[in-house]
């Protein structure tokens, strides 16, 4: 449950943590410092606002500017997507029947595997983006509400990796038929992003660890104790 106070989840009884954050985002190179200058505003599952500032070609002085709006926010379904599979790794547990007795240890495990497997699907989100085409992010939602326009050769893309929040930008180039793309990036680490990959982590151990336990004890559930006689 403390992982969920995280997410923006239809939950009752847990008092949510979901508030506004400011990060100024930073580079590894300095070459991409002067070329890149984000400043977000992350909400939950979206950047609700944003001031861009790019500077792609060294040898010009001009600088693409762009915003993003509370009104039209950048959704990251990378979020949105782990909260989804923790709800429903949750409901698995909530849907059980107060008293309910267990008949077996295979239906134990087979609870347990389900559990298992939205945990994963989660930690899977935020740890292994989804791959996109320069095609996709030009013609995303999120990209058409900037505001002004980006040049129709730059992309943007805002994702999750592990516990940081990347902004990433494509200048897309053609020579001679061909067509190839320079890649900058900036990015901020995002403690209870941090929190939650701890706080999944924890609880596919927890679960692996229980489904060991049972898988031993059912092993010995045939086997019937006899004093020896002399």
């Given at each position: ?16 943590l979901v ?50 709006h509370s ?131 924890m609880a ?27």
């Open positions: 449950m403390e992982c969920a106070r995280r997410f923006s989840l239809p939950i009752d009884g847990i008092e949510s508030r506004s954050e400011k990060f100024v985002m930073s580079t590894t190179n300095q070459q991409a410092t002067e070329q890149i200058k984000c400043i977000v505003t992350l909400n939950g599952d979206n950047v609700s606002q944003a001031d861009i500032n790019l500077k792609i070609n060294k040898n010009s002085n001009v600088i693409h500017k762009t915003s993003v009104e039209n926010p950048w959704k990251l379904q990378q979020i949105q997507d782990t909260g989804n599979h923790l709800y429903e790794a949750l409901q698995c547990i909530a849907n059980i029947e107060k008293g309910y007795q267990f008949h077996s240890a295979e239906e134990v495990v087979h609870l347990l595997s389900k559990i298992m497997e939205y945990l994963k699907k989660g930690l899977s989100c935020l740890v292994v983006p989804k791959k996109r085409t320069i095609e996709d992010l030009q013609s995303s939602r999120n990209v058409k509400n900037l505001q002004p326009p980006l040049p129709i050769d730059i992309a943007v893309s805002f994702y999750i990796q592990s516990h940081k929040l990347i902004f990433a930008v494509y200048h897309v180039q053609h020579h001679h038929g061909s067509t190839k793309f320079d890649v900058y990036q900036s990015e901020c680490s995002v403690p209870w992003l941090n929190e939650v990959l701890v706080f999944l982590s596919l151990q927890l679960c692996q660890q229980l489904k060991g336990k049972v898988g031993v004890f059912s092993q010995y559930r045939d086997v019937q104790l006899t004093v020896p006689t002399t």
